[in-house]
């Protein structure tokens, strides 16, 4: 495929991206105003569409094929649980995680003993991580002890600096925060080296991010990402930031001079066209393709429509958020599923598919039976909104005072630890062929 080619297929998915027709390339008045109630699903916004003035919830499904992405399926599953000897986790049962790009490819590495890594980031644009947050990691973590692979965890500071107007002194200390919280989730140092970018660029990982933009046309950033003559030059140049991590050479430490290592990359879903760009240059940087496992955003408190999000503090449990503060979110905003009265409830059941306490706990209940009981307890009534809510308060509220526990008991030397690329970490075998 020429450059002409492949910027025109760029410029279409950012239509799509945008939920713009493609139809016209220049998109006209109507197609704006048509925009305004499509789903839109970018690496800045992510919203259900609109239809009636009603916000519809986050369609997966549009997402898997306007992105070419394919579904994890139950023979994947399989697969996946006689390569490891572990039955998938909870994440991987239930659809959270659910789309991927060449998962098997890394299957197929780890039965022929060959190495490879796992690749995740943060933007760290608040003091503290939410809940939202911390669960893809409690995800890394659970792929990184059943692989037992090296984790870089990239804290894009840069680009909260670029993207969301915070200074440089808020961003890094953002990124020194998230440290402490990743850490809090149970990695070690020995296994995970966790980076901001504002201190590590330069070396081999500037190299690499130099011979990515190279590769890479205005045109065709424009193209996936929306981007137009009033965008600063540091966010046009900053999807080579976020590639480099996929690039094992730009971590010596870990790997030496290797470009024979690929990585699998646990994202949100919105994290897509950065990485569909960095698998095409990848080939013409001579590095193996990174994977990707796609996860669903964590809807926000009032519902499927949106996700998550530090920016709405009303939408979001943050994990310094104390138990009465998480009882009180609950409570006050989270969207029910239920009847307007208890005797219709009782009569009518409620629909635990939109009722966000209900969804939290499948995030938590690792019971495939007790989240089937509850669903379907709800859905006959026997089991109230008031109910749901509180098994969800209780269970939230233990998850994340256990988190400040662990957080607490992180010192600066550990902090110091994840962040120093010298740091030993027992994969010497990786830096050799």
């Given at each position: 495929m020429d450059q002409k080619d492949s910027s025109a297929l760029a410029d279409t998915a950012a239509k799509e991206l945008q939920g713009l027709s493609v139809a016209d390339p220049a998109g006209n008045a109507s197609e704006k105003q048509q925009a305004k109630t499509e789903q839109v699903v970018t690496p800045w916004d992510v919203a259900g569409a609109v239809v009636d003035?009603?916000?519809?919830?986050?369609?997966?499904?549009?997402?898997?094929?306007?992105?070419?992405?394919?579904?994890?399926?139950?023979?994947?599953?399989?697969?996946f649980e006689k390569v490891t000897g572990h039955k998938p986790h909870l994440y991987l049962r239930r659809g959270v995680f659910f789309m991927h790009r060449d998962l098997e490819k890394i299957l197929d590495r780890h039965e022929q003993g060959k190495p490879f890594y796992l690749y995740t980031g943060r933007g760290p644009s608040s003091g503290h991580m939410h809940v939202g947050h911390v669960l893809p990691f409690v995800f890394?973590?659970?792929?990184?002890?059943?692989?037992?692979?090296?984790?870089?965890?990239?804290?894009?500071?840069?680009?909260?600096?670029?993207?969301?107007?915070?200074?440089i002194d808020e961003v890094y200390q953002n990124s020194l925060n998230a440290v402490r919280e990743i850490a809090a989730v149970g990695f070690k140092p020995e296994k995970t080296f966790i980076f901001s970018n504002l201190d590590y660029m330069g070396g081999a990982f500037y190299r690499n991010i130099l011979q990515f933009s190279r590769q890479v046309t205005f045109s065709q950033v424009k193209g996936t990402f929306g981007f137009n003559e009033s965008t600063c030059i540091g966010r046009i140049h900053f999807p080579g930031i976020q590639a480099a991590p996929a690039f094992c050479s730009s971590f010596p430490e870990i790997f030496g001079t290797r470009k024979d290592i690929p990585c699998l990359i646990p994202c949100g879903v919105d994290q897509d066209p950065y990485f569909r760009l960095t698998r095409d240059v990848s080939v013409r940087m001579k590095h193996k393709k990174p994977s990707l496992i796609h996860g669903r955003f964590l809807p926000a408190l009032q519902g499927t429509g949106s996700k998550m999000g530090s920016s709405i503090p009303s939408s979001a449990i943050f994990m310094d958020d104390t138990a009465a503060k998480i009882k009180n979110k609950i409570n006050r905003y989270a969207f029910s599923g239920g009847q307007t009265s208890l005797e219709e409830h009782?009569?009518?059941?409620?629909?635990?598919?939109?009722?966000?306490p209900y969804l939290y706990l499948t995030y938590f209940i690792d019971d495939d039976k007790e989240i089937a009981d509850l669903a379907d307890g709800y859905r006959k009534g026997e089991i109230t909104s008031g109910e749901m809510k509180a098994r969800c308060i209780k269970v939230l509220q233990d998850f994340v005072g256990a988190f400040q526990e662990r957080e607490r008991a992180i010192t600066e030397q550990d902090v110091k630890n994840f962040m120093d690329p010298q740091f030993p970490r027992p994969f010497e075998s990786l830096s050799k062929k």
């Open positions: 003035g009603v916000q519809m919830n986050i369609d997966y499904d549009a997402i898997k094929r306007s992105f070419g992405i394919h579904h994890i399926d139950e023979a994947l599953l399989e697969r890394c973590k659970w792929l990184q002890d059943v692989f037992d692979v090296p984790l870089v965890v990239q804290l894009t500071d840069d680009e909260k600096f670029l993207f969301r107007g915070l200074t009782r009569e009518l059941g409620g629909n635990p598919d939109v009722d966000v």
